[in-house]
């Protein structure tokens, strides 16, 4: 009782004070982490994610087979012999031509998700160029970008993507190119719409008039104040494209053999099922969906996290 | 008319918008006709390169039969001609006897057929899933529409189709895994619900949220405090604004579809056009491929302008 402060609001101010030293301690992004690490569906789907990535970059390490071996003592009886076991070393058991299903699910899964990751990468770097550039520059230069990104985008692109896969030849480059080709279309017309809204912000205005140039502009000023935006949009195009690659690889004109994707080993086991050997159906379709699902999950909690509109 | 259904009247902008789309959609079917020629002649390997080479003579002969000898502008006019006067899309180079019309006669009610039904269904089953979840929000209905909707957006039509194979026929027995027999029921039933399940998926989930927004606007606790009975607020008031998100989502869903019709048809052989068109495209049969894509990618681009305008009369603020 001998310590009692003369002013007593004087404890509480400087409290108060430090609390918001604390608030403004917090930036942006900081402040998006703490709301991300809060959301229990994305932060579970972002442990699948790093052990599917694991598992398809350092999967075929844990296996003391490989992808390419034909065991010819199951090829043409894999229904009875060839069960997923763990004592035999094949833990999903034998695909229809007689290789390790678990090697060849491990090459699916690294092959889906680089087409994912690589298609969502020239989304960002096309699309966000090209987005930025056609917003900040604006008037009839704008039109005329825009208008072109209009029409590209309501031409069939899948049709397209078939075309040249035939005529080109059916490979994992030529998928990249398609794919390439229609993935940065929706990003330019999502980083236009920000561009615009950022361009009449007082900081531009103050980059014009001392004279920084339109293209300094765009790079140091305009492009970090979309980043959260072209992330979020990045992330949940990832799946898109993984459904899109699948999607031509299920009817065989995608990733062709000894090479395999997702989609290619989930037509093999739909081709095969009515043999018995569901687990070249399963495992697959298990790696594929939980894949999608982890995505689409981080990339919501990523729009919940930095969506300046719900704070 | 009830007045729920009295869409306003376009006035001057909505013909402007109108123009303003045709001059869109004519330049991008020009566009996938040229991409689709040009890729076609760019193509490595004629039509008529077999292993065993034909005598030049011959080839010759076969070429000047196709038009194949003509130069390359000429060769596309005159199939743009032909598609337009006649509906004539030339004959297939790896069938002899057929044309692509004779394909498309064949494949496209079938495609047509599960096509239209899916298209109903994912509209009908998905808007009354999304509303009844919003009308009845954090009810057992919704969290059950709310797993539905997200389940099923990994789901697409190459993930149901052998999931419900393997679980209606090979494990139950009670539909056949493959056919068509004259667009019987039980050979439509699973196409439709392999086609339709991820797009009844997105209907219902933007006509869930586009509900729940909706109910909360001021005009609709105005109706509240009027004293209007729930049904009526909802049937007359909300229904309008709720489905225009979900107009604008038809487009989108219509061109899955049509793309879907690929996997449909080669995994229940239902010998629709899809069947065709990746046929035709292991055979690089480059007439068939060509007159599908542009009979399919019109269709869309056609379908997706009806859609626009659709939507601007609708609402008019998109009209500006």
Avoid at chain 1, 238 to 260: K, Y
Avoid at chain 1, 277 to 302: E, M, R
Wanted: charged share 15%; hydrophobic share 50%; aromatic share 12%.
């Amino acid at each position: 009782m001998t310590n009692i402060p003369l002013n007593p609001q004087q404890p509480k101010t400087a409290q108060m004070a430090e609390r918001m030293t604390e608030v403004k301690g917090r930036s942006l992004w900081a402040d998006a982490r703490t709301r991300f690490l809060r959301n229990k569906a994305a932060m579970v789907s972002v442990f699948v994610l790093v052990f599917v990535a694991l598992f398809a970059f350092f999967g075929q390490f844990l296996s003391p087979w490989d992808n390419e071996t034909i065991d010819w003592n199951v090829l043409g009886n894999v229904a009875r012999v060839g069960q997923p076991s763990l004592e035999n070393g094949h833990y999903f058991g034998f695909d229809d031509s007689g290789r390790d299903l678990y090697n060849r699910v491990v090459q699916g899964t690294q092959i889906s998700l680089m087409v994912g990751i690589v298609g969502s990468l020239i989304a960002v770097i096309v699309g966000t160029i090209y987005g930025a550039v056609a917003g900040f520059v604006g008037g009839r230069v704008d039109s005329a970008m825009m208008r072109f990104v209009d029409i590209a985008m309501s031409i069939p692109y899948m049709f397209v993507l078939i075309l040249l896969l035939v005529v080109f030849g059916r490979s994992i480059s030529m998928l990249f190119v398609g794919i390439g080709l229609i993935a940065w279309l929706d990003m330019s017309r999502i980083v236009r719409g920000q561009t615009l809204s950022i361009k009449n912000k007082e900081f531009i205005e103050a980059a014009v008039a001392t004279g920084v140039p339109t293209f300094t502009i765009i790079r140091r000023h305009i492009v970090p104040n979309l980043l959260g935006v072209v992330v979020v949009y990045a992330t949940l195009l990832v799946p898109q494209m993984i459904l899109t690659e699948s999607f031509i690889s299920f009817l065989g004109l995608g990733v062709q053999e000894p090479l395999t994707s997702l989609g290619a080993l989930i037509s093999e086991g739909t081709a095969t099922m009515s043999y018995g050997t569901l687990w070249q159906l399963f495992f697959p379709l298990g790696f594929f969906v939980i894949t999608i699902f982890s995505f689409f999950f981080i990339g919501d909690g990523l729009r919940d996290a930095l969506d300046p509109k719900d704070r | 008319m009830p007045a729920a259904l009295c869409l306003p009247d376009g006035g001057p902008f909505m013909l402007s918008f109108i123009f303003r789309r045709i001059a869109v959609a004519i330049p991008t079917l020009l566009v996938l006709l040229i991409i689709s020629f040009l890729m076609m002649q760019t193509a490595p390997g004629g039509p008529f390169n077999s292993e065993r080479p034909l005598p030049p003579q011959v080839l010759a002969n076969i070429e000047a039969k196709y038009g194949l000898d003509q130069p390359m502008w000429k060769q596309l006019t005159d199939y743009v001609a032909g598609i337009v006067t006649q509906f004539d899309f030339g004959p297939s180079y790896k069938y002899k006897d057929r044309t692509v019309n004779d394909i498309i006669a064949q494949g496209f009610p079938v495609t047509l057929t599960y096509g239209t039904i899916s298209f109903i269904v994912a509209i009908l089953v998905g808007g009354a899933l999304g509303i009844a979840a919003a009308i009845k929000q954090n009810s057992w209905l919704d969290y059950l529409a709310v797993g539905f909707t997200i389940g099923a957006q990994v789901l697409p039509n190459f993930v149901m189709a052998p999931i419900l194979i393997l679980v209606f026929t090979l494990m139950l027995g009670w539909l056949p895994g493959g056919g068509w027999n004259g667009g019987q029921w039980n050979h439509v039933i699973m196409p439709v619900i392999a086609l339709s399940t991820s797009y009844m998926a997105s209907i219902a989930r933007l006509t869930r949220s586009s509900m729940l927004e909706v109910l909360r606007s001021n005009f609709i606790r105005t109706a509240r405090a009027k004293g209007l009975p729930d049904r009526t607020i909802i049937w007359r008031h909300a229904l309008k604004p709720t489905l225009l998100p979900v107009v604008s989502y038809l487009g989108p869903a219509f061109v899955g579809m049509v793309t879907g019709s690929f996997i449909i048809d080669s995994i229940f052989s239902t010998g629709g056009i899809g069947y065709f068109y990746v046929n035709a495209a292991f055979n690089r049969d480059y007439a068939v491929m060509m007159g599908l894509t542009i009979l399919l990618g019109s269709m869309t681009i056609l379908f997706n302008m009806v859609v626009d305008i659709l939507y601007a009369w609708i609402d008019p603020k998109i009209r500006l």
